[in-house]
C-alpha cells in the first residue's frame, strides 16, 4: 500500500462509494489516497447490509424449524446462541472487509489510506488526526463520499438512557463499538422503516419480546400501501407488537432497562423494555468535516449541494454516496453510491465531458421474510408526476410456484400508464421478491410494456412469473388460465 501527500484524488470515506471510485481512478492511471476514521469499508460491510442480512437468515432458519410449512414435518424448537452467532457474523464481516477492501490497498497500484478523522482546511488541504498524530494532505480533486449515520431524535431523556441505533450489529473489534452483545429479553423499536422492521422481525424469531412504534399510520412511508399493510400484518402474525399513529413523549431509566412513554389515540401509555432501539433514518455524515473553510455548499438538511454530475459547490471538489442527500433521486444505497462514487471520480480524472448521474431505474429491496421489493414509480407517485395510470394488485395465492412450496403470502402490484401501455412501476412481496425485482428493473431500463411482460416466456414454476401474470390480469382473469400463465 502506498502513501502519496498529493494524490490525484483525495477521498474522505472509505465505503463502497469511496472504494468505486478510487478503483476506477486506479484504472485511469491516477494515484488515490483514503481517508477512514472508522472500520475500513464503511457501514454496509461493517454495521449494515453484510451482517444484517447474515443474522436475518439465521433467525429465519430458527423459526422455520419451528413453523415449517409443509404438512408431515415436525416442528423443532432449534436452540439459537447469540454470542456464537455473533462470532460467526464478525469472522464473516473481517473475512470480506479483507477480501473486498483491505487487500485491494495493497495489490491494486495507485491506491492508499490514511487512517484518522479528516478535516478540510481549504479547498485543497485536508488534516487527518489518528492514533499517531495529525498527516496533512493535498489533493489535485477531492472526493467527499463520508455516508450517513443514524439520526438520533430530540427525544426528552434519551440522554439519560443508554440506547441502540442501526449500529447495533457493529462487530467486537470496532471502536466505536455501539454494538449488542447480549441479546435482549424485551426491546422497544422506535421507528417504522426497513432497518426498523429487519430488526424486529429478526430479534422476534430469535425469542425477544418486539414492540414497534412508528407515528405513521402505515408502515415504510412511500411503499404502496397494500403491500405495506400486507406486511405490517404478517409481522404481527409472528408476534412483533406493532403501534402506529404513536407519538412519543419521552424516556427513562427503568430498573436495568427503559420506560417509554407515548401517546396513541388520546391515551397516555408507558412501556418498559431492557433495551431501546431508535431507528428513525439517517443523515449525510457531513458535521466536522471542516467543508464550511473549503466553500462546499450543503442543502438545509446537511448534504451536500451537487450538481448533475455530483461537482460540488467548489469546481474540483465532488461528493457522492449517502453524503448528497435525495439529490437527484438519490437512494441512500450501497449499490446507488457505488455507481456514483465511479461517476465521480470519472467526471473528476478523465478529461472527458462530465456526465450525469441516472436514478430514474433503482431497485429496491426490504429483507424483511418474505422481502418486500420495488423499482420504478408508486401509484401515488405516477399521479403527483400527472401521469394517468392504471393499477392492479395480484396475491401471490395465484403464482404456481408459491403455491407449489407453501409461500403464497404476499403480493405483487404494477402500475402502467394508460396511453403508452408503459410499466412504471413494480413492487413486491413475496418470497424472492429481492431477486425477482431485478427482471422489472430490467423492463423500466429499457421502456417495456405490458406486452413486453405477458410474451416473455417464463422458467416454470418461478417466482418471476409473478409479474408476467400481474401483467396479464389488466386484459383478464388470470384465476381462468392453465399453467405457465397462458
Same mark, same amino acid.
Given at each position: 500500500?502506498?502513501?502519496?501527500?498529493?494524490?490525484?484524488?483525495?477521498?474522505?470515506?472509505?465505503?463502497?462509494?469511496?472504494?468505486?471510485?478510487?478503483?476506477?481512478?486506479?484504472?485511469?492511471?491516477?494515484?488515490?489516497?483514503?481517508?477512514?476514521?472508522?472500520?475500513?469499508?464503511?457501514?454496509?460491510?461493517?454495521?449494515?447490509?453484510?451482517?444484517?442480512?447474515?443474522?436475518?437468515?439465521?433467525?429465519?432458519?430458527?423459526?422455520?424449524?419451528?413453523?415449517?410449512?409443509?404438512?408431515?414435518?415436525?416442528?423443532?424448537?432449534?436452540?439459537?446462541?447469540?454470542?456464537?452467532?455473533?462470532?460467526?457474523?464478525?469472522?464473516?464481516?473481517?473475512?470480506?472487509?479483507?477480501?473486498?477492501?483491505?487487500?485491494?490497498?495493497?495489490?491494486?497500484?495507485?491506491?492508499?489510506?490514511?487512517?484518522?478523522?479528516?478535516?478540510?482546511?481549504?479547498?485543497?488541504?485536508?488534516?487527518?488526526?489518528?492514533?499517531?498524530?495529525?498527516?496533512?494532505?493535498?489533493?489535485?480533486?477531492?472526493?467527499?463520499?463520508?455516508?450517513?449515520?443514524?439520526?438520533?431524535?430530540?427525544?426528552?431523556?434519551?440522554?439519560?438512557?443508554?440506547?441502540?441505533?442501526?449500529?447495533?450489529?457493529?462487530?467486537?473489534?470496532?471502536?466505536?463499538?455501539?454494538?449488542?452483545?447480549?441479546?435482549?429479553?424485551?426491546?422497544?423499536?422506535?421507528?417504522?422503516?426497513?432497518?426498523?422492521?429487519?430488526?424486529?422481525?429478526?430479534?422476534?424469531?430469535?425469542?425477544?419480546?418486539?414492540?414497534?412504534?412508528?407515528?405513521?399510520?402505515?408502515?415504510?412511508?412511500?411503499?404502496? &400501501?397494500?403491500?405495506?399493510? +400486507?406486511?405490517?400484518?404478517?409481522? %404481527? =402474525?409472528? @408476534?412483533? !407488537?406493532?403501534? *402506529?399513529? /404513536?407519538?412519543?413523549?419521552?424516556?427513562?431509566?427503568?430498573?436495568?432497562?427503559?420506560?417509554?412513554?407515548?401517546?396513541?389515540?388520546?391515551?397516555?401509555?408507558?412501556?418498559?423494555?431492557?433495551?431501546?432501539?431508535?431507528?428513525?433514518?439517517?443523515?449525510?455524515?457531513?458535521?466536522?468535516?471542516?467543508?464550511?473553510?473549503?466553500?462546499?455548499?450543503?442543502?438545509?438538511?446537511?448534504?451536500?449541494?451537487?450538481?448533475?454530475?455530483?461537482?460540488?459547490?467548489? &469546481?474540483?471538489?465532488?461528493? +457522492?454516496?449517502?453524503?448528497?442527500? %435525495? =439529490?437527484? @433521486?438519490? !437512494?441512500?444505497? *450501497?449499490? /446507488?453510491?457505488?455507481?456514483?462514487?465511479?461517476?465521480?471520480?470519472?467526471?473528476?480524472?478523465?478529461?472527458?465531458?462530465?456526465?450525469?448521474?441516472?436514478?430514474?431505474?433503482?431497485?429496491?429491496?426490504?429483507?424483511?421474510?418474505?422481502?418486500?421489493?420495488?423499482?420504478?414509480?408508486?401509484?401515488?407517485?405516477?399521479?403527483?408526476?400527472?401521469?394517468?395510470?392504471?393499477?392492479?394488485?395480484?396475491?401471490?395465492?395465484?403464482?404456481?410456484?408459491?403455491?407449489?412450496?407453501?409461500?403464497?403470502?404476499?403480493?405483487?402490484?404494477?402500475?402502467?400508464?394508460?396511453?403508452?401501455?408503459?410499466?412504471?412501476? /413494480?413492487?413486491?412481496?413475496?418470497?424472492?421478491?429481492?431477486?425477482?425485482?431485478?427482471?422489472?428493473?430490467?423492463?423500466?431500463?429499457?421502456?417495456?410494456?405490458?406486452?413486453?411482460?405477458?410474451?416473455?416466456?417464463?422458467?416454470?414454476?418461478?417466482?418471476?412469473?409473478?409479474?408476467?401474470?400481474?401483467?396479464?390480469?389488466?386484459?383478464?382473469?388470470?384465476?381462468?388460465?392453465?399453467?405457465?400463465?397462458?
Amino acid at each position: 500500500m502506498m502513501t502519496v501527500s498529493e494524490p490525484d484524488l483525495l477521498i474522505l470515506g472509505s465505503g463502497s462509494t469511496a472504494f468505486a471510485a478510487a478503483l476506477h481512478a486506479a484504472d485511469l492511471g491516477k494515484t488515490v489516497l483514503l481517508t477512514e476514521v472508522r472500520a475500513v469499508g464503511g457501514t454496509c460491510a461493517n454495521r449494515g447490509c453484510l451482517p444484517s442480512k447474515n443474522l436475518i437468515e439465521a433467525a429465519r432458519l430458527v423459526y422455520e424449524a419451528a413453523h415449517p410449512r409443509y404438512p408431515g414435518l415436525t416442528p423443532v424448537q432449534m436452540p439459537a446462541s447469540w454470542a456464537e452467532l455473533l462470532e460467526q457474523k464478525d469472522a464473516l464481516v473481517q473475512a470480506y472487509r479483507w477480501e473486498r477492501y483491505e487487500r485491494l490497498l495493497r495489490e491494486v497500484g495507485g491506491l492508499g489510506l490514511v487512517q484518522g478523522r479528516a478535516q478540510l482546511l481549504s479547498p485543497h488541504e485536508v488534516a487527518v488526526t489518528g492514533p499517531g498524530g495529525t498527516e496533512h494532505l493535498r489533493g489535485r480533486q477531492l472526493l467527499i463520499a463520508t455516508g450517513s449515520r443514524p439520526v438520533v431524535p430530540a427525544l426528552p431523556g434519551l440522554e439519560q438512557v443508554p440506547f441502540l441505533t442501526s449500529d447495533l450489529l457493529s462487530g467486537a473489534d470496532d471502536p466505536w463499538q455501539t454494538s449488542l452483545r447480549q441479546q435482549p429479553r424485551s426491546l422497544v423499536i422506535l421507528g417504522g422503516g426497513a432497518i426498523a422492521l429487519e430488526l424486529g422481525q429478526l430479534f422476534v424469531r430469535l425469542g425477544t419480546q418486539v414492540t414497534l412504534l412508528t407515528r405513521g399510520e402505515q408502515l415504510l412511508p412511500g411503499v404502496e &400501501p397494500e403491500l405495506a399493510q +400486507a406486511l405490517a400484518e404478517l409481522l %404481527r =402474525a409472528e @408476534g412483533v !407488537q406493532l403501534l *402506529t399513529q /404513536v407519538q412519543v413523549q419521552g424516556v427513562a431509566p427503568a430498573g436495568r432497562g427503559v420506560a417509554v412513554t407515548f401517546q396513541q389515540g388520546g391515551q397516555l401509555e408507558t412501556l418498559e423494555a431492557e433495551q431501546l432501539l431508535v431507528a428513525t433514518g439517517r443523515r449525510p455524515n457531513t458535521e466536522g468535516l471542516g467543508l464550511e473553510r473549503a466553500g462546499v455548499a450543503l442543502k438545509a438538511d446537511g448534504a451536500v449541494w451537487v450538481d448533475r454530475t455530483l461537482r460540488t459547490s467548489v &469546481p474540483h471538489i465532488w461528493a +457522492a454516496g449517502d453524503v448528497i442527500g %435525495r =439529490a437527484w @433521486g438519490n !437512494q441512500f444505497a *450501497t449499490p /446507488v453510491g457505488a455507481a456514483d462514487g465511479r461517476l465521480a471520480a470519472h467526471n473528476a480524472l478523465s478529461g472527458e465531458p462530465p456526465r450525469a448521474v441516472d436514478h430514474r431505474v433503482i431497485p429496491r429491496c426490504i429483507f424483511t421474510d418474505p422481502p418486500l421489493a420495488m423499482v420504478g414509480l408508486t401509484d401515488a407517485q405516477a399521479q403527483e408526476e400527472g401521469l394517468a395510470c392504471a393499477c392492479r394488485v395480484l396475491p401471490l395465492s395465484l403464482v404456481p410456484r408459491a403455491g407449489a412450496i407453501h409461500r403464497t403470502q404476499g403480493l405483487v402490484k404494477m402500475v402502467v400508464e394508460r396511453a403508452s401501455r408503459r410499466v412504471l412501476g /413494480v413492487s413486491l412481496l413475496g418470497e424472492s421478491a429481492g431477486e425477482v425485482i431485478h427482471e422489472a428493473a430490467m423492463a423500466l431500463r429499457f421502456g417495456a410494456t405490458l406486452e413486453d411482460f405477458t410474451e416473455l416466456i417464463h422458467v416454470y414454476p418461478a417466482m418471476a412469473e409473478a409479474l408476467k401474470l400481474v401483467a396479464l390480469s389488466f386484459t383478464r382473469d388470470v384465476r381462468l388460465l392453465s399453467c405457465c400463465a397462458s
